[in-house]
Every structure is written in structure tokens, then in C-alpha cells.
């Protein structure tokens, strides 16, 4: 390792570390070390914060009479096509470990749904690009499955993949609204009951949720969906799929 290092990269034998000493290739000086990050900070009052949300989604199932199935916790995830090594090698004792390249990924994002009954809903998929020529090949494997599960496959529309108004409205489009409608009929509601039946629909305080666009175009399309805001920074602990799904899911890449 030391003639590798040597050949390559001589200048680092002559770097000063803040002490005062030099680059020593030694096991006493690097170890194999796992890259962090900063940890999500929560408000200083987050139990108040969370508190007050418990009560709000209590109260809208209380007066509105929402049952488990028509309750419904929405998140996104990136998802990388071929995740790497999360350890590298790093100088003894320092506690923040960065990781070159780590976050220049190839990926989409994933967006699952679950409702409070725990059926888990068909996914969307949003990959970066303008046409359905960024999305998996019909001949791609499990492709008609998915399909046929009503999984949503779609190009942002941008130069990114990440999710965006015109995703939002085809999520509740083709799979939040479809599902409660067909929620409704598996309660054996009639066809009157169906159309004054409210829903909830819970979705992280993201900006493009939150935007007046988005929000008029719910009351306008879809007024008996009633979505509840998880507060800010607090997704690790009232955002129900970040803390039992996509956050272990993440940890086992």
C-alpha cells in the first residue's frame, strides 16, 4: 500500500496535519472506517412539535370517521442502481468520514405508499429525463409484473429524478385516489357514503406538497383527501414509512 501511495501520490509524505506531524501509512495511524454524515437535527421542542400532529390526525379521524384503510402514509427514497462501499480508509479518531464519489449516484426515486390497515400500495417510480425512453425497457425483468401490480414508471420531466408537481398529481391520479375509491367499495359503503367519505393522506412538509398549486389543485380535484403534514425534521419519528421502511432499507445498502 505504502509504494502504491508513494507512486501515486508523493505530495501527501509531505502534508502537515494540524499537530504537526506528517502522512504515516501505518495501522496505528488509518483505519477502515464507515462514512458518516450529520445526523437530522430535531427542533429543541420536536415532542411538542409531534404532540400537536398526533392530536390534528386524531381529531380528523375522530370527526370525520376515517377507518384504518382510508389512512394513508406516503415517502420518497432514492434508490441507486448499484450502491457501493459505505467504509474507506480514514486517519484515526475523526469522527466525520467523508466519502469520495459516495453521492454521485445513479438513481431514481422511489415513492411508497402504505395505509394504516398495512396494505402497501403499487409504487411510483421517477427517473431522471423527458421521455419514457429514461424509464425500464418493457423487456426489462418483473417489468409486466410491476405493471400489472400498478406500479407507476415515469420520466420526471426534468434533469433530475426527483419527484415534482406534474409526479405528484399522477401519483394520486393513478394510485392514492384509485385506492381509496376502491377502499371505499371493499367497506361496502354506497355510492352516497363513497362521495362524502374523507380520507387521510400523509405527506412530508416538502415544498412542492406545501405549494399553493399543488394544495389548490387537491381541494379542487380530490376535496375529500385530507393531507396532514409531517413537521419538518421530524420524519424519523411520526413519518411512519421513513422509520420502519425506507430507513432500514437504506441501512442494509
Known sequence: MIAVITERAPQLFDHELGDGTRFRCTESFWSLRTGTRTAQKHPANWKDIVEAAFLREASCIRDYNIPAALRVNTDQTQSVYAPGTKTTWNEKGVK?????GKDDKRAFTLVPSISASGEVLPMQAIYKGYTTQSCPSPHTPAYIEAQKLG?????SGTETYWSTLETMKNLVN???APYFEASKAKLGMSEEEKKHQ???WKIDCWSVHRSDEFLTWMKRHHP???ILFVPGNCTSVFQPLDHQAVRPSRSRC
Open 96 to 100: 466525520q468520514v467523508d466519502i469520495s
Open 151 to 155: 406500479f407507476s414508471l415515469e420520466p
Open 174 to 176: 393513478k394510485i392514492i
Open 198 to 200: 374523507h380520507s387521510i
Open 224 to 226: 375529500n383527501i385530507i
